[in-house]
């Protein structure tokens, strides 16, 4: 299983961004998706997160700017940012809790960070 994340930039606040989360290989079932971030001399943190009854759960300080949402055509989870704040600079990550075939348990994977700075 592999993630494979794109779209982080370089945007003036008030901007905005689209994170997209290709993930790909052999699997029986995705429990969940995310996003998260970390940033600059900070612990990481959720984002936004999907499960695999839809339900979805945001960061506070991100409700009502960003959306988190599943192209089952594309295979992918993207993150689509508006008004973006320059609190909102941070390295995202994408996550997927993965059943394998013939596992009976799930696994974490994570794709590379993508970079995303916002100035003021």
């Known amino acids: 299983v592999q993630l494979q994340a794109s779209g982080g930039g370089s945007v003036q606040a008030g901007g905005s961004l689209r994170l997209t989360c290709t993930i790909s290989?052999?699997?029986?079932?995705?429990?969940?998706v995310g996003w998260y971030r970390r940033p600059p001399r900070k612990q990481r943190e959720l984002v936004a997160s999907?499960?695999?009854?839809?339900?979805?759960n945001y960061l506070e300080s991100v409700k009502g700017r960003f959306t988190a949402f599943i192209d089952a055509d594309e295979n992918s989870l993207n993150l689509q940012m508006n008004n973006l704040k320059p609190e909102d600079s941070a390295v995202y990550y994408c996550?997927?809790?993965?059943?394998?075939?013939?596992?009976?348990?799930?696994?974490?994977?994570w794709g590379q960070g993508t970079q995303v700075t916002v100035s003021s």
């Open positions: 996550n997927a809790e993965v059943e394998l075939l013939g596992s009976p348990t799930s696994q974490n994977y």
């Open positions: 999907i499960s695999g009854d839809s339900s979805m």
């Open positions: 290989g052999t699997y029986r079932q995705i429990n969940s």
